[in-house]
């Protein structure tokens, strides 16, 4: 089993920045693809940005196009933690944000909540106008 804890959540202004941090414990692995994705109100989750399994010569990744050149997600696996830093964000990121595990390894990005085994408890990310 695997626990996923987000952190780094927030308020912040239109054009600001925050990056969150998921820490993953339990029997974990740097071969699991990891992902983030978010869910805003009356709307479906959505992903977000995503890390492939990490091998010796690295990993992928992939971005959804809303956040493209914003957003950039990268992993330390000392410390089985994925980042999602965010950059130039806008009203229309306020979301609750989670993060996600596939226990399978995969050496391309899943982009789909189905493919992920694990999920964190989300952290809300407000951004105001």
């Known amino acids: 089993q695997v626990q996923l804890v987000e952190s780094g959540g927030g308020l912040v202004q239109a054009g600001g920045s925050l990056r969150l941090s998921c820490t993953a414990s339990?029997?974990?692995?740097?071969?699991?693809?990891m992902g983030w994705f978010r869910q805003a109100p009356g709307k479906e989750r959505e992903f977000v940005a995503g890390?492939?399994?990490?091998?010796?010569?690295?990993?992928?990744?992939y971005y959804a196009d809303f956040v493209k050149g914003r957003f950039t997600i990268s992993r330390d696996t000392a410390k089985n933690t994925v980042y999602l830093q965010m950059n130039s964000l806008k009203p229309e990121d306020t979301a609750v944000y989670y993060c996600?595990?596939?226990?399978?390894?995969?050496?391309?990005?899943?982009?789909?909540?189905?493919?992920?085994?694990?999920w964190g408890q989300g952290t809300q990310v407000t951004v105001s106008s």
């Open positions: 890390s492939s399994s990490s091998t010796s010569s690295g990993g992928s990744t």
């Open positions: 339990g029997r974990t692995s740097s071969m699991y693809p």
């Open positions: 996600a595990a596939d226990r399978g390894y995969k050496a391309w990005v899943p982009t789909t909540a189905d493919h992920y085994d694990y």
